[in-house]
């Protein structure tokens, strides 16, 4: 594997699957993935989510005994895991999985157990590589994130419900769409930002199926009256406020180079190059937040072609191992529990801001020591692999003679495939 088909695959991609043919052309290859539908694994919508969550809280099962939400979410960790494993467009791939962690939904809230697999099918994926501002309204729609955050339940305090309520504004949600979402602290928003914006998306709110169908509600009764002002923006009041609200960030300057930053940072450098910035940040502005013109730009960056030096999340680590030693599907691990024994489980981040994406986060001495133990557990699932050709077909031109001479002198194939999956080469992306 030469070495420009092998920084396709595993920079932009999620690593070789076995011995699966090489693009001739690996730039012309990543760019044409980005084009036509991405139907993504099949799985369950809001309504089934919404009725598992109802079976749960009628029959409360007991711990240690898998309930409905908890049934249906395993197969959605299941068929996500599944996909990534086997999906022919990998970089594609990869960015419906950025910009899940990007808009983080978690199952801090429990009844996002039952959501998260229709939020990342209908909010995330359809708009990978389409315009932001579709997938932000997607996404402050959908009821995963308006639960997760507490805005279904957000009560202006001069709205009609307000003037007698116990419960009054939440938030949460504005709060995350300004820091993490889309301007982020340095378009230089206040707290008095924060709450206006909490105000605007009073209202916004779900229904679970019982008196309305399941999905987005607006609540008109605790929507909070009259106009309202953030950064500098007059908003109307009404659904309509929040939507024109979040087109009014999603075109923002700042929105784009933090986005710009972000995408430089996982696919190029932990400390994202100011010029490869720059020519991302350009990109949205002059698209106006197209994301597929900005993904085709990154894998123009000459810096995206440079040395790997991108440490594998455990959650990259896993799909790398799983796609590289191409099981059959019944002789395939669960992908999800070793991601969890890794200690990124999918769905699990503990905060808002999602999952990290420097090395300084999953470098430290007790991480490394999991992934060499689970390295050497894995392998023993896989010794019936020759794991000198595996090391050539998974890592190319990025094979080192020394990890070459340790795989072929090591004193058995167990012994030499941990001794890859736990290579400086194989830990890079």
């Given at each position: 594997m030469d070495n420009h088909a092998a920084q396709a695959m595993i920079r932009f991609g999620l690593g070789r699957r076995g011995q699966e043919p090489l693009p001739d052309d690996p730039t012309a290859w990543l760019r044409a993935q980005l084009r036509g539908a991405d139907p993504g694994p099949p799985g369950s919508d809001v309504a089934q989510g919404f009725y598992a969550i109802r079976l749960d809280q009628e029959n409360k099962p007991q711990p240690g005994t898998p309930g409905a939400v908890r049934t249906l979410f395993k197969a959605e960790q299941d068929g996500l895991v599944a996909n990534a494993i086997t999906t022919a467009t990998p970089f594609r791939e990869r960015l419906v999985w950025f910009w899940a962690n990007h808009f983080t939904v978690s199952l801090r809230n429990g009844r996002t157990g039952a959501l998260g697999g229709d939020f990342i099918r209908t909010a995330i994926r359809p708009y990978a590589t389409g315009k932001f501002s579709d997938m932000l309204l997607a996404v402050i729609r959908h009821p995963a994130m308006l639960l997760y955050l507490d805005n279904a339940a957000s009560i202006g305090p001069n709205s009609v419900v307000g003037k007698t309520a116990k419960r009054g504004l939440n938030e949460n949600l504005a709060r995350e769409c300004l820091e993490l979402h889309t301007v982020s602290p340095a378009s230089g928003y206040t707290q008095e930002d924060v709450t206006s914006f909490a105000r605007v998306l009073t209202g916004w709110s779900v229904a679970n199926g019982d008196r309305a169908p399941p999905g987005f509600l607006f609540r008109s009764g605790i929507h909070e009256p009259g106009a309202k002002t953030v950064l500098g923006h007059e908003v109307p009041q009404g659904e309509a406020g929040g939507t024109?609200?979040?087109?009014?960030l999603a075109a923002h300057p700042a929105t784009y180079r933090h986005l710009a930053t972000k995408l430089v940072q996982h696919f190029v450098a932990d400390t994202p190059p100011p010029a490869a910035v720059h020519t991302i940040e350009a990109v949205l502005r002059d698209t106006k937040g197209d994301l597929g013109q900005a993904a085709?730009?990154?894998v123009g960056l000459p810096a995206a072609w440079e040395p790997l030096v991108k440490l594998?999340?455990?959650?990259?680590?896993?799909?790398?191992?799983?796609?590289?030693?191409?099981?059959?599907?019944?002789?395939?691990?669960?992908?999800?529990?070793?991601?969890?024994?890794?200690?990124?489980?999918?769905?699990g981040a503990p905060f808002p801001i999602g999952w990290p994406d420097q090395a300084v986060e999953w470098a430290g001495p007790e991480a490394m020591m999991r992934r060499v133990d689970w390295a050497y557990g894995f392998s023993g699932r896989a010794a019936a692999l020759d794991p000198a050709m595996l090391?050539?077909?998974?890592?190319?031109?990025?094979?080192?003679?020394?990890?070459?001479?340790?795989?072929?002198?090591?004193?058995?194939?167990?012994?030499?495939?941990?001794?890859?999956?736990?290579?400086?080469?194989?830990?890079r992306r």
């Open positions: 024109d609200m979040l087109a009014f085709a730009a990154l594998r999340t455990p959650q990259d680590y896993v799909l790398a191992v799983l796609r590289a030693v191409d099981l059959p599907e019944t002789k395939r691990p669960d992908g999800a529990g070793l991601m969890r024994a890794l200690g990124q489980p999918l769905f090391a050539e077909a998974s890592l190319g031109s990025f094979l080192t003679a020394d990890t070459n001479g340790a795989i072929r002198g090591a004193g058995s194939r167990r012994d030499g495939l941990t001794l890859l999956f736990t290579s400086p080469e194989f830990q």
